[in-house]
């Protein structure tokens, strides 16, 4: 089998399937599988894979074709210009998300504690890390699973976090200057109408935010205050139609300077506040 030709049939299976991007997904595959670049390709296009080779991508492909997402079988995902490992205990990072980090590296300093709530792959904590040093950071999941990723992450990136399992602030003991948090907010009912691969192979825990999406938003806005130092912040990503409710949600709960904050895509992606 050629590369030309494994492509041609990865593109032609994932298209079957109902893959979005069939042939991206085909190409991003066989790179992963061969380690093979575009210039090798596009050199060697008409060459004989390894059979070692043309099996692993033929499994791959096969995955893929399940509607597995593409991050779970290559095993990373780029967040803020970081590689993160991920699996299926973790939610995949998404660039929705690089828009609170950005937000929140506008306020950190050194010195300053922080802690990201609900971290999955410790996306959130270790890129906040990388890019403001001089904090302490923890970082907390009630996900023993999620946890080890978030390790892992950490370790590669040579970030020092205290990582915590703990169900929201359950087993928490101290007081921070930043809390972040980009908590489960799919309204329950919701899932179902998501796209295969976030429905049946993200974790649930990770999306489902209950009836109306806003369980995490109603406890962490009533809690927080009791983790926060004096004029502490709390960043909040939610839903692009989720900005009203939270905003009402931190006022009442006593914040000042609530304010929504639109993503790239102009939807409005973080709530914020200090208290
Ligand atoms: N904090 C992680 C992320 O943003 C996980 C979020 C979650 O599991 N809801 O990717």
Redesign the pocket.
């Known amino acids: 089998m050629t590369y030309r030709k494994a492509m041609e049939w990865g593109s032609g299976v994932l298209a079957l399937a109902g893959v979005e991007e069939a042939k991206l997904d085909a190409w991003l595959l066989l790179e992963t599988v061969c380690k093979i670049n575009r210039t090798f390709y596009y050199s060697h296009m008409d060459d004989e894979m390894t059979t070692e080779q043309y099996s692993e991508y033929e499994i791959a492909i096969r995955k893929r074709g399940e509607r597995i997402p593409l991050q779970y079988i290559t095993g990373e995902q780029e967040f803020m210009g970081l590689n993160f490992k991920v699996n299926s205990n ?5 660039q929705d ?1 690089e828009s609170l980090v950005e937000e929140a590296l506008k306020i950190c300093q050194p010195g300053m504690k922080i802690l ?1 709530l ?4 410790g ?2 904590a270790i890129s906040l890390m990388k890019n403001a040093p001089g904090m302490t950071c923890t970082g907390s999941d009630i996900s023993k699973q ?1 946890l080890l990723v978030a390790k892992e992450n950490g370790r590669m990136h040579e970030v020092v976090i205290d990582w915590v399992r703990s169900n929201l602030y359950e087993n928490i003991n101290e007081r921070f200057d930043l809390i972040v ?5 799919i309204p329950g009912p919701q899932i179902l109408e998501l796209m295969p691969e976030v429905r049946d192979f993200e ?1 649930v825990g ?2 489902d935010g209950g009836e109306d999406g806003l369980d995490f938003y109603r406890h962490i806005t009533a809690q927080s205050k009791d983790y926060l130092n004096k004029d502490g912040y709390l960043y909040l ?1 939610i839903g692009y139609d989720q900005g009203p409710a939270v905003t009402n949600m931190m006022c009442a709960a006593g914040y000042r300077e609530v304010s929504v904050i639109r993503d790239l895509a102009r939807h409005e992606r973080i709530v914020k506040g200090r208290i």
Do not use: F, H, M, Q
Request: net charge negative; with cysteine.
């Open positions: 973790v939610l995949i990072p998404r998300t990201d609900c971290t999955g792959s996306c959130i999620a948090s980009n908590p489960p907010y974790p990770a999306l990503e």
